[in-house]
């Protein structure tokens, strides 16, 4: 499929313009800018540095190769904890399935990781790109991953290497889970993770036109358990999306009843108490249940919107104190 006309947009190029310019800000923004072994350019935002929330602010926009806008808002849509993200991108499907989803697996040796970001377009591992119809050519790239440090200098030359650029072309972002910058990335994933559910429902990516999202930030911990459980719960119960789509109204409806997260088995708790109840193996959780908490869908052909799901605020604020 194309999305939407969009395939010949480098995201790897758009986001170049807001790495350089963060690595301008970096003094100003609290981020460390370094240089690794191999030529590659590193830039940790958060993790031995305090990073801060405009930082990762721009690491979500980065994330979504630069066809998406990450705004912070006082208006969250929960009143206990107002600061949010507001989540625009008239490129849905190739800013979040094309460049923002973690889905490149990055492992060698003792390193593993989840690679997000415009680089992914530019390697082309995963299979969803020829679903998507995209790829990406650029002189340089970026990689995020959500973690303590940068790859090792030999993994970012492989990195490179399956993007098709020398190492020297490469950045790599990084910021933990549990920091201010991975907090606010991660709710910049609220339009992603509903962009991935349609796509697991088999809805046509083609008949999604545009997109917006709305998410608390959860407050940081360092703890890494806690922090996942607070960042997930800040989209599963208090996110909130709505797509413009094309097609049938019956089509429509069926994606705004099964997109929330309530319909999934394991909706109701806290994720940290999830997570436990499966002993720590992620790949046991039922997949449905990483989507926004209430979903509207309007029919740009019909007119007509669609609405499911509903906000948990009394899960969101036992997960933020936990």
């Not at 800000?25 to 305090?50: K, M, N």
């Not at 094309?246 to 069926?254: K, M, T």
Request: aromatic share 6%.
């Amino acid at each position: 499929m194309k999305a939407n006309g969009s395939t010949t947009v480098s995201v790897s190029t758009r986001a170049q313009h807001i790495v350089d310019q963060l690595v301008t800000d970096a003094e100003a923004l609290r981020c460390i800018v370094s240089t690794g072994a191999a030529g590659e350019q590193r830039i940790d935002c958060g993790a031995a540095t305090p990073g801060g929330l405009e930082a990762g602010r721009r690491l979500g926009e980065i994330c979504m190769g630069g066809l998406g806008t990450v705004r912070i808002t006082s208006a969250s849509g929960d009143e206990r904890w107002p600061l949010g993200v507001v989540v625009h991108s008239a490129n849905p499907v190739i800013a979040c399935l094309g460049s923002q989803y973690a889905g490149w697996t990055i492992s060698e040796g003792d390193f593993f990781a989840l690679g997000s970001g415009p680089a992914r377009a530019m390697s082309r591992v995963e299979k969803l790109y020829e679903e998507l119809g995209y790829a990406d050519t650029a002189e340089r790239t970026a990689l995020v991953i959500e973690g303590d440090n940068a790859p090792p200098s030999e993994v970012a030359a492989n990195v490179a290497k399956a993007c098709g650029i020398g190492v020297d072309k490469l950045s790599i972002l990084y910021a933990p889970t549990g920091s201010l910058a991975g907090t606010v990335q991660i709710a910049a994933r609220v339009l992603e993770v509903a962009l991935h559910k349609a796509h697991e429902l088999h809805f046509p990516l083609d008949h999604i036109v545009d997109g917006y999202g709305v998410a608390p930030i959860a407050p940081p911990i360092p703890d890494f358990i806690k922090a996942m459980g607070r960042t997930n719960d800040a989209i599963i119960y208090g996110g909130r999306i709505q797509l413009f789509v094309r097609g049938s109204d019956d089509a429509a409806r069926e994606l705004a009843e099964k997109l929330p997260s309530r319909s999934s088995s394991a909706y109701g708790q806290p994720f940290a108490e999830i997570f436990a109840a499966v002993a720590g193996d992620f790949y046991k959780i039922d997949p449905m249940l990483f989507s926004p908490a209430r979903v509207t869908v309007s029919n740009l052909d019909t007119g007509q919107s669609f609405h499911g799901g509903a906000l948990a605020p009394e899960i969101v604020d036992a997960s933020f104190r936990s």
